[in-house]
Each structure stands twice: as C-alpha cells, then as structure tokens.
C-alpha cells in the first residue's frame, strides 16, 4: 500500500505563479522527503524534512510537515517553464524496521507555461 | 563521475522470457533499491538490500528475483511468473541502511521494459 498520497493530481499554471502541492500520510514517520521526475527519468532528490522539523527551505522551494495532521506541502515559488515535472513524496515506509526504505506517492504533475 | 547506472535504457522480451535488468552504482553506497513505476502512478518497491549477499522483499517481489554479489551492483531478474511486467523500473542507493540514517535515495535513469 502506499504511505503518502499527493494532491493535486496534476498541477497547471503560468510561469511566475507559486505551486503547492500536498501530501497526506498513515503512520508515523522519521522523515519525509520530496522528490521530483522528469518525464522518462529518475527521481531527483529536491528535499528532506525530519519529523521533528516544521519548515525547511532550499532555494525556491519550501516544505512544511505537520505531524499531527500527518501532512506535508511543497511550495515551489517564482516556478518556471523548467520546473514542469512529476513531484512526489516519500516517507520511511516501515516504522517497524531498522532499515531504511521509502514508501511513494502518486505524485503531483506540474504543468509551467511560459 | 559517480553515480548510478542502469541498462538498457530500453529493452524488448517476448512473453514466458526470463529478463535481467543492470544497476550498478560507484558511490560506496550499502543500500540498494529496485522500484516498478506504471504509467501516473507512483514507485512501489519490489526487493531492497542492505548489505552484501543479503536482500529482503519489498511489497511487490512476486515474479522477480535479485542478487548482491558485489556492492557495486543489484541485477533484477524479472521472471515469466511476472504476470504484468511491462513498466518502468529504476534502482536507487542510499549511503546508509540504517532508517534512522536521514538519507536521501539516488536513482539510476531507469529501464523501461517492454514485454510482447
């Protein structure tokens, strides 16, 4: 099954406008992570928020984590016509296990015209 | 330059044909990782390793099997018992094994399989 679900689905805007984008999870975590794909390729690590973190920034981009909602949100700002991609978030898919792995949304797909 | 490599980008099997996919990372990682991604959906894990010789199944390992002989490298075999395994598949390390290690997952480009 998976942990974390994103939403919206799909995501259109104009360049210049702000993204958010959301994700809701199940269990508890460690950590939560956000990832982006370009379409055909592999997932490009963007940023990692640790449970006991509210906000993080990284650039353009911010993440917050609410843990007693069991949520996240990305928040990309000035986006871009290079920002069109899939974003997707990850947490640490077994609570139960000392190994790390991860545990995917469906991801968000970003659509930024010029 | 390190990395993570994966092979074939593209690649072509009949059906009832056993297939293996290449992933090989340079990065020293201990943990590896073999995902399947469908068309709008997300990554589900299908075996992961966190050490040499040793690798556990992931929440989709019916019809595919791995190995770890060397660090460096993590072949997925996708087998004929593999009822649907046209899709997307892409491998990924991570520096520690460890869950409370805090550490991103590089992913290699990705195969895309075809079976006809």
């Known amino acids: 099954s998976q942990q974390g679900e994103e939403d919206p689905q799909a995501l259109s805007i104009q360049e210049g406008e702000n993204a958010t984008m959301n994700c809701s999870y199940k269990?508890?975590?460690?950590?939560l992570q956000w990832y982006r794909q370009n379409s055909g390729r592999g997932l490009v690590h963007l940023i990692l928020?640790?449970?006991?973190?509210r906000e993080k920034h990284s650039g353009r981009l911010r993440v917050t984590l609410d843990t007693s909602k069991k949520s996240s949100s990305l928040l990309i700002t000035a986006s871009r016509a290079a920002d069109t991609a899939s974003y997707f978030c990850?947490?640490?898919?077994?609570?139960?296990?000392?190994?790390?792995?991860?545990?995917f949304g469906k991801g968000t797909m970003l659509l930024v015209s010029p | 330059d390190g990395g993570i490599t994966q092979s074939p980008k593209y690649l072509f099997r009949k059906e009832g044909q056993n297939v293996t996919l290449s992933c090989e990372q340079n990065?020293?990682?201990?943990?590896m990782y073999w995902y399947r991604q469908d068309p709008g959906q997300g990554l589900r894990l299908i075996y992961y390793?966190?050490?040499?010789?040793?690798?556990q199944k992931g929440d989709i390992a019916e019809g595919y099997s791995v190995s770890r002989e060397k660090k460096e490298s993590f072949p997925l075999t996708v087998t004929s018992a593999q009822k649907n395994p046209t899709a997307f598949y892409l491998c990924a390390s991570n520096p520690s094994s460890l869950r409370d290690s805090h550490n991103e997952q590089f992913f290699g480009p990705g195969t895309r399989l075809t079976v006809l």
């Open positions: 269990t508890s975590i460690n950590n």
């Open positions: 990850a947490t640490d898919g077994r609570p139960n296990s000392g190994y790390s792995t991860l545990t």
């Open positions: 390793s966190q050490i040499v010789n040793d690798f």
């Open positions: 928020i640790r449970s006991n973190e």
């Open positions: 990065l020293n990682h201990d943990a």
